[in-house]
């Protein structure tokens, strides 16, 4: 433990990949909780072990309808095995019984009830001692081809949701976050993304979270967004300065509003399953394809433009959806998942 002296921020591992992208016709099958429970808390590097696991609120992983009777049976059952809970999704899209944050008054309804709903589960886990830190996450629900067929009021609209979710978020102590990803209609690109963030205008309550499988695709400008690439057409992504240059007009973009964090791969291109668009595809950390140098990139979202650590944020997570089934069942992949995640903390962490 010596030669790994910081405590923060505290590594968590994402329940979620057992969930996403798996389940649906033709889609492998779900991993369940308990099992990503298990594997999450065997992983040991050097001594050090996971503190923690974020969690997706959608059944069969956590039920968005649970009781709270429900809800103190999964407090103990993560702290039972050493974990803490930080971050939890919010099931705000169509398929799991949201709506678009741009769409009409009942689609903006289902969201913001999802929303409610998400932030009343987080709040209870945290009156439970189970969840001392960590956000709930939203995005819009909406597609960037549907977002481009009205960009400017479809942006509005969002904005308008996004404003009545602080309100619920504000009513129970929570904070939200806002996942850029290129599959989501108003946060497709980098440029979009911090106008949004803007136009919302609630700093306080709505922040950004920054995965750096997702983000990095920000650099390329995939789907709707072309417009909005910071690296030209044909750029060496083996080239690490170039990443470097590109990372640093993004996350001088986005870091002020960053308020939670995803460790991840990239190998520079885009990847979905189920019924899950094609996003930034997550990599194994020592990938011989990734494009990312994992410990020393993540310094750009962890460090502000002086060099100091930011403290922004209580706890990081590794973020590997879509990941294969048999890639997840291997004790290996946890630990060098782990091992990746100690080597950020290293880095940009801090002791308290």
Not at 84 to 103: K, Q
Not at 111 to 121: H, N, P, W, Y
Not at 206 to 228: I, K, R, S, V, W
Not at 264 to 278: E, F, L, R
Request: net charge neutral; aromatic share 6%; with cysteine.
């Amino acid at each position: 433990m010596a030669n790994h002296p910081n405590n923060f921020p505290k590594l968590h591992n994402a329940a979620w990949p057992g969930v996403v992208g798996k389940g649906s016709p033709g889609a492998e099958p779900i991993i369940p909780l308990d099992k990503m429970l298990d594997l999450t808390a065997a992983a040991e590097v050097d001594g050090v072990k996971f503190d923690g696991v974020d969690l997706f609120l959608f059944a069969p992983h956590v039920d968005i309808d649970a009781s709270d009777d429900d809800l103190k049976k999964l407090a103990d059952k993560v702290r039972a095995k050493g974990l803490a809970i930080g971050s939890v999704v919010a099931p705000v899209w169509p398929p799991t019984g949201g709506g678009s944050a741009a769409g009409d008054a009942a689609e903006r309804k289902k969201f913001l009830a999802q929303v409610k709903k998400g932030c009343r589960i987080a709040r209870k886990l945290r009156e439970l001692g189970a969840r001392p830190y960590g956000i709930v996450r939203i995005d819009s629900a909406t597609g960037p081809a549907d977002w481009a067929t009205d960009p400017a009021g479809n942006t509005k609209r969002i904005a308008e949701t996004f404003r009545e979710s602080c309100t619920i978020a504000d009513d129970h102590g929570e904070r939200l976050a806002a996942e850029g990803e290129i599959c989501w209609g108003g946060m497709h690109s980098w440029r979009e993304m911090a106008k949004l963030l803007e136009m919302v205008g609630r700093p306080k309550t709505l922040g950004f979270q920054a995965d750096m499988a997702h983000t990095m695709l920000y650099l390329l400008g995939y789907n709707a967004a072309p417009e909005d690439a910071i690296l030209p057409k044909g750029a060496d992504l083996k080239d690490k300065k170039v990443l470097d240059e590109g990372l640093k007009v993004l996350t001088k973009a986005l870091r002020p509003w960053t308020i939670d964090m995803h460790v991840a791969q990239n190998d520079g291109t885009v990847h979905g399953s189920g019924t899950h668009d094609k996003t930034g595809r997550h990599c194994l950390p020592n990938d011989p394809n990734g494009k990312l140098d994992i410990a020393r990139h993540a310094g750009f979202w962890m460090r502000d433009e002086k060099g100091n650590v930011t403290k922004a944020f209580k706890s990081i997570c590794w973020d590997g959806c879509m990941f294969p089934n048999a890639v997840m069942m291997k004790p290996e992949t946890w630990n060098s998942i782990l091992a990746a995640s100690i080597a950020v903390r290293d880095a940009h962490g801090w002791r308290a």
